[in-house]
């Protein structure tokens, strides 16, 4: 179940895998075998310290659904009410975190000693991972995320959250009210109970682009089993616990991309990516530039409810990995949550463009940013930042003074392509020394000689002597610099 888990949520990750993978792991989706009820029973005992039947008025033996890390029962409240309770599978936890260990280690084995972990620094992608497990793990955490949505939408009574009731709830088992309806891509079922497709489709796409573009926290996993129509009509979201977040910077930053996706501008679209602050190869903005330009224009040709936003964000992001950009997870989320809502608006009513529904968000967005009072608020914020960089760097700056002076200070590096690095170092020292012998070599004979021709001004005897340790210091000389150039000969191999 853990890798089950992990392929499901890297399947809502195409930014990182390409998209053969993609459709394989997003088989994962569907239902994995149920649990035993005896092992769902000791969760439920180990949770309220009692058996289920003392906690519960009755609780359905069979699942009404099951899942790779949780599975589902209907139960009944004391008070009569009808819930659903969500028990997480015995043991998911500690053999989630083993599995996350493991691919840590191989993470930081590809950034070490591979380019590609250079370009996507697998470390951090594992470290999104685990956040996104262990935030899926904790029920505390999805039944938070039902409470804010519901926030969220309060105004809106067409749209539904399930209420949690807390009282049942803990880490492991989330309790909340059983949501029944019709699934939304039962196209035929909506239609006989007088549904209007078409109004349906508007609601979601508005509702999904709000989430994204207004709140920045929205549902990330939006397909058609999560999304019901109640019997009053309303469009109720289930299965919370996939959740994407983005900043007030991030969602300017989506609105613009859309902006310009909308006005076929390249230049915007990349100004956008550009202001993520991932792109590190600044030369090849020129030409990123004119691949964005050529994509859009290939998608302007099309009616603009043929074109998909999701599959042309995908396209984009695609593109930039090419330029060794890295698209950051919640927008990679975006995508494909967008990808997902394409597919159920199409069944409903394929007339609709996410565009033009967006056009009055973007705008609101636009004007939140241009508003006086939201300019100071952020000149307040950035007045704050520097007012403790300008307290604070006096005393810091004497600080690293005096480590310097009492020689308490290390600095570590950690060198890319060490193994090109030490050899264009041996080279270097090899060369050195080479001219080093080179030169005692040199002076030795220059001694000899000019020892020589003093001696054999004197003692002929002597001239024979130095004439013979002369022709033996050339021949040692000769065999130390063979040794060398062997030497430096083995070491370009070497490399």
Same mark, same amino acid.
């Given at each position: 179940?853990?890798?089950?888990?992990?392929?499901?949520?890297?399947?809502?990750?195409?930014?990182?895998?390409?998209?053969?993978?993609?459709?394989?792991?997003?088989?994962?989706?569907?239902?994995?075998?149920?649990?035993?009820?005896?092992?769902?029973?000791?969760?439920?005992?180990?949770?309220?310290?009692?058996?289920?039947?003392?906690?519960?008025?009755?609780?359905?033996?069979?699942?009404?659904?099951?899942?790779?890390?949780?599975?589902?029962?209907?139960?009944?409240?004391?008070?009569?009410?009808?819930?659903?309770?969500?028990?997480?599978?015995?043991?998911?936890?500690?053999?989630?975190?083993?599995?996350?260990?493991?691919?840590?280690?191989?993470?930081?084995?590809?950034?070490?000693?591979?380019?590609?972990?250079?370009?996507?620094?697998?470390?951090?992608?594992?470290?999104?991972?685990?956040?996104?497990?262990?935030?899926?793990?904790?029920?505390?955490?999805?039944?938070?995320?039902?409470?804010?949505?519901?926030?969220?939408?309060?105004?809106?009574?067409?749209?539904?959250?399930?209420?949690?009731?807390?009282?049942?709830?803990?880490?492991?088992?989330?309790?909340?009210?059983?949501?029944?309806?019709?699934?939304?891509?039962?196209?035929?079922?909506?239609?006989?109970?007088?549904?209007?497709?078409?109004?349906?489709?508007?609601?979601?796409?508005?509702?999904?682009?709000?989430?994204?573009?207004?709140?920045?926290?929205?549902?990330?996993?939006?397909?058609?089993?999560?999304?019901?129509?109640?019997?009053?009509?309303?469009?109720?979201?289930?299965?919370?616990?996939?959740?994407?977040?983005?900043?007030?910077?991030?969602?300017?930053?989506?609105?613009?991309?859309?902006?310009?996706?909308?006005?076929?501008?390249?230049?915007?679209?990349?100004?956008?990516?550009?202001?993520?602050?991932?792109?590190?190869?600044?030369?090849?903005?020129?030409?990123?530039?004119?691949?964005?330009?050529?994509?859009?224009?290939?998608?302007?040709?099309?009616?603009?409810?043929?074109?998909?936003?999701?599959?042309?964000?995908?396209?984009?992001?695609?593109?930039?990995?090419?330029?060794?950009?890295?698209?950051?997870?919640?927008?990679?989320?975006?995508?494909?949550?967008?990808?997902?809502?394409?597919?159920?608006?199409?069944?409903?009513?394929?007339?609709?463009?996410?565009?033009?529904?967006?056009?009055?968000?973007?705008?609101?967005?636009?004007?939140?940013?241009?508003?006086?009072?939201?300019?100071?608020?952020?000149?307040?914020?950035?007045?704050?930042?520097?007012?403790?960089?300008?307290?604070?760097?006096?005393?810091?700056?004497?600080?690293?003074?005096?480590?310097?002076?009492?020689?308490?200070?290390?600095?570590?590096?950690?060198?890319?392509?060490?193994?090109?690095?030490?050899?264009? !170092?041996?080279?270097?020292?090899?060369?050195? #020394? =080479?001219?080093?012998?080179? *030169?005692? %070599? @040199?002076? +030795?004979?220059?001694?000899?000689?000019?020892?020589?021709?003093?001696?054999?001004?004197?003692?002929?005897?002597?001239?024979?002597?130095?004439?013979?340790? !002369?022709?033996?210091?050339?021949?040692?000389? #000769? =065999?130390?610099?063979?040794? *060398?150039? %062997? @030497?430096? +000969?083995?070491?370009?191999?070497?490399?």
């Amino acid at each position: 179940p853990t890798f089950v888990k992990i392929g499901q949520l890297l399947s809502t990750r195409p930014d990182l895998l390409p998209a053969e993978v993609i459709f394989e792991l997003e088989k994962l989706q569907q239902s994995v075998s149920p649990i035993p009820w005896q092992d769902i029973e000791l969760v439920l005992y180990e949770a309220f310290g009692k058996p289920p039947t003392e906690v519960y008025a009755s609780i359905d033996k069979k699942p009404l659904a099951s899942a790779s890390i949780s599975q589902v029962h209907a139960a009944r409240l004391d008070s009569g009410q009808q819930v659903a309770v969500k028990i997480q599978r015995p043991g998911i936890e500690a053999q989630i975190k083993i599995d996350l260990d493991i691919l840590k280690d191989i993470a930081g084995l590809l950034d070490r000693h591979t380019s590609l972990g250079e370009q996507y620094d697998f470390l951090s992608m594992v470290a999104e991972l685990e956040t996104a497990l262990l935030n899926e793990l904790d029920f505390i955490s999805e039944g938070e995320n039902a409470d804010r949505f519901r926030k969220n939408f309060a105004a809106d009574a067409s749209i539904h959250f399930p209420e949690i009731r807390w009282v049942y709830t803990t880490r492991c088992v989330l309790t909340m009210e059983l949501i029944n309806g019709i699934n939304i891509n039962q196209v035929e079922q909506l239609k006989a109970a007088d549904c209007d497709c078409s109004e349906l489709a508007l609601r979601l796409s508005r509702t999904l682009a709000q989430q994204m573009l207004r709140d920045g926290f929205f549902h990330a996993d939006p397909h058609p089993g999560n999304l019901l129509v109640m019997e009053d009509g309303k469009l109720a979201f289930i299965d919370l616990g996939q959740v994407g977040r983005l900043s007030a910077s991030r969602r300017r930053i989506l609105s613009d991309m859309l902006v310009g996706m909308a006005n076929n501008d390249g230049g915007m679209v990349v100004e956008a990516i550009i202001a993520l602050d991932t792109m590190k190869q600044r030369s090849r903005l020129h030409r990123f530039r004119n691949d964005i330009n050529q994509l859009l224009e290939r998608y302007l040709e099309l009616p603009i409810e043929e074109i998909k936003v999701g599959e042309l964000l995908l396209e984009i992001f695609e593109l930039a990995r090419k330029y060794h950009v890295r698209i950051p997870g919640q927008l990679a989320l975006v995508a494909k949550m967008l990808v997902t809502l394409e597919g159920i608006v199409e069944k409903l009513d394929n007339s609709l463009d996410l565009l033009t529904i967006m056009k009055p968000i973007t705008k609101n967005l636009l004007r939140e940013s241009i508003n006086p009072r939201n300019q100071y608020r952020r000149l307040l914020s950035t007045a704050s930042a520097y007012e403790t960089l300008i307290r604070e760097a006096p005393g810091s700056a004497l600080n690293f003074l005096r480590k310097l002076e009492d020689d308490d200070y290390t600095i570590y590096l950690d060198l890319k392509n060490r193994k090109a690095l030490h050899h264009q !170092l041996n080279q270097i020292f090899n060369r050195l #020394a =080479f001219a080093m012998v080179l *030169l005692a %070599v @040199s002076i +030795i004979i220059a001694g000899i000689i000019i020892g020589s021709s003093i001696m054999a001004n004197t003692d002929a005897s002597a001239l024979l002597i130095n004439s013979f340790v !002369l022709r033996a210091s050339i021949l040692i000389s #000769a =065999f130390i610099v063979a040794g *060398l150039i %062997v @030497s430096m +000969i083995r070491g370009r191999k070497m490399k």
